[in-house]
């Protein structure tokens, strides 16, 4: 959740993050001690339409081969606060694919017309190998649309903002050629209902499939009421991880699988480790998810899980008191995870977009910077990222439960 809160002595603000954070893991750092971040701009055309508009729950692509290009897609505008100058209403482009050129410092749009509609809160992957990006599912809300954004609805005469907590789900698994920026909008009709803020990791190695194979688990679906809205939508169990491995194919097949072991509470709106992390002896690859939250009940939750395939089992591995969801979790050296951002107040859930702020005098938030490292293998947290870490081995905890290195 790309949104920052400030506090003065007389109020609180809230308002949207206008960059994306780099961090140097070319060398050890601690982030109490020596961290340094760079922040990347939207504005880096002189022509204020050759910039991206600032989007939240959108996805980040990193296109290995095309080494000098990040690409973004899809998004929400952020509706809790329009005083910011450089604040922009929802677009009315057709423009949700953009690219910056880190050498250059600049921006590109791409037309996509395989994308009918803005889509944001989907599951996002990547298969760096080849450059191709996956945003599955998601959903569309009056942060997406200068429609919705400036319709207006009444209640007995009176002007009524009921409508700013309702969302469309919306199906489908978008699939980007981010060399060629070609786009395929796959039918997901057997996965089932249209879910999002779950998980999706792509695996290379696991499957039969030449394409490797996706992997979905966690996030919410529509409820089932007359109106869908951000609170009102059923879980998803986590025990049935979904798979596809003919995403590439023209009739495209989902196959459930069912999970044993310490299986987590339903959540959405936690953050998954983008890569899988192998075995020593190729006898498990592993998939790390951190926090999440159930609007249901409003419970944050602070705790990891590792779901090992091919065994399908789940492992809890931490738990702890300072729930949060809408954070990233990144992978960073050889053995580690950089988590970053996040909520850790449930008042502060869907604000961005019904606009419903709450009093920030006592909201929760992050003490220091946002920032905590993880040890993979030893299943610890930590401020220090350690560049010359050695090699990941399945924790212990793990190999107690399913075997393996």
């Given at each position: 959740?790309?949104?920052?809160?400030?506090?003065?002595?007389?109020?609180?603000t809230i308002?949207?993050?206008?960059?994306?954070?780099?961090?140097?893991?070319?060398?050890?750092?601690?982030?109490?001690?020596?961290?340094?971040?760079?922040?990347?701009?939207?504005?880096?055309?002189?022509?204020?339409?050759?910039?991206?508009?600032?989007?939240?729950?959108?996805a980040l692509y990193?296109?290995?081969?095309?080494?000098?290009?990040?690409?973004?897609?899809g998004?929400?505008?952020f509706?809790?606060?329009?005083?910011?100058?450089?604040?922009?209403?929802?677009?009315?482009?057709?423009?949700?694919?953009?690219?910056?050129?880190?050498?250059?410092?600049d921006?590109?749009?791409?037309?996509?017309?395989?994308?009918?509609?803005?889509?944001?809160?989907?599951?996002?992957?990547?298969?760096?190998v080849?450059d191709?990006?996956?945003?599955?599912?998601?959903?569309?809300?009056?942060?997406?649309?200068?429609g919705?954004?400036?319709?207006?609805?009444?209640?007995?005469?009176?002007?009524?903002?009921?409508?700013?907590?309702?969302?469309?789900?919306?199906?489908?698994?978008?699939?980007?050629?981010?060399?060629?920026?070609?786009?395929r909008?796959?039918?997901?009709?057997?996965?089932?209902?249209p879910?999002?803020?779950?998980?999706?990791?792509?695996?290379?190695?696991?499957?039969?499939?030449?394409?490797?194979?996706?992997?979905?688990?966690?996030?919410m679906?529509?409820?089932?009421?007359?109106?869908?809205?951000?609170?009102?939508?059923?879980?998803?169990?986590?025990?049935?991880?979904s798979?596809?491995?003919?995403?590439?194919?023209?009739?495209?097949t989902?196959?459930?699988?069912?999970?044993?072991?310490?299986i987590?509470?339903?959540?959405?709106?936690?953050?998954?480790?983008?890569?899988?992390?192998?075995?020593?002896?190729?006898?498990?690859?592993?998939?790390?998810?951190?926090?999440g939250?159930?609007?249901?009940?409003?419970?944050?939750?602070?705790?990891?899980?590792?779901?090992?395939?091919?065994?399908?089992t789940?492992?809890?591995?931490?738990?702890?008191?300072?729930?949060?969801?809408?954070?990233?979790?990144?992978?960073a050296?050889?053995?580690?995870?950089?988590?970053?951002?996040?909520?850790?107040?449930a008042?502060?859930?869907?604000?961005?977009t019904t606009?419903?702020?709450?009093?920030?005098?006592?909201?929760m938030?992050?003490?220091?910077?946002?920032v905590?490292?993880?040890?993979?293998?030893?299943?610890?947290w930590?401020?220090?990222?350690d560049?010359?870490?050695?090699?990941?081995?399945?924790?212990?905890?793990?190999v107690?439960?399913?075997?393996?290195?």
């Amino acid at each position: 959740m790309p949104i920052q809160l400030a506090t003065d002595a007389h109020a609180g603000t809230i308002q949207v993050s206008k960059y994306i954070y780099e961090l140097d893991v070319g060398k050890s750092w601690d982030v109490n001690t020596n961290f340094t971040e760079s922040r990347i701009g939207r504005y880096a055309g002189t022509d204020a339409n050759a910039n991206p508009p600032n989007m939240l729950r959108g996805a980040l692509y990193a296109a290995n081969r095309e080494t000098n290009r990040l690409f973004t897609f899809g998004g929400s505008s952020f509706l809790a606060n329009d005083s910011d100058p450089d604040w922009e209403p929802p677009s009315q482009d057709a423009t949700s694919l953009w690219s910056y050129d880190t050498e250059i410092r600049d921006w590109h749009s791409y037309n996509i017309s395989g994308v009918p509609w803005r889509p944001n809160w989907g599951a996002v992957a990547e298969d760096i190998v080849h450059d191709v990006g996956f945003f599955l599912n998601g959903q569309y809300d009056r942060g997406s649309s200068y429609g919705l954004y400036t319709s207006v609805e009444y209640e007995g005469g009176t002007v009524s903002n009921a409508s700013f907590a309702e969302i469309t789900y919306l199906g489908g698994l978008i699939v980007i050629d981010l060399h060629t920026q070609e786009t395929r909008n796959v039918s997901t009709d057997t996965l089932g209902a249209p879910r999002v803020a779950g998980g999706l990791v792509y695996s290379p190695t696991f499957g039969k499939s030449a394409n490797g194979t996706l992997l979905t688990f966690g996030g919410m679906r529509s409820g089932g009421q007359s109106t869908d809205t951000f609170t009102n939508g059923a879980l998803i169990d986590m025990s049935t991880v979904s798979l596809c491995d003919s995403f590439m194919d023209e009739n495209v097949t989902w196959y459930n699988q069912s999970t044993t072991g310490d299986i987590p509470d339903p959540r959405m709106d936690f953050c998954t480790l983008p890569f899988e992390k192998d075995a020593k002896d190729n006898s498990s690859i592993n998939i790390y998810i951190h926090g999440g939250y159930d609007p249901g009940t409003s419970t944050l939750f602070d705790d990891m899980y590792i779901l090992s395939v091919p065994s399908f089992t789940w492992t809890r591995v931490y738990s702890g008191r300072a729930g949060r969801f809408g954070h990233s979790c990144n992978a960073a050296g050889l053995r580690q995870m950089v988590v970053a951002g996040g909520a850790r107040d449930a008042s502060l859930y869907a604000v961005e977009t019904t606009g419903d702020v709450p009093d920030l005098n006592d909201t929760m938030c992050d003490d220091g910077l946002g920032v905590s490292l993880f040890d993979l293998s030893n299943l610890t947290w930590g401020t220090f990222f350690d560049h010359d870490a050695p090699a990941y081995q399945v924790p212990q905890k793990v190999v107690d439960v399913i075997g393996g290195s």
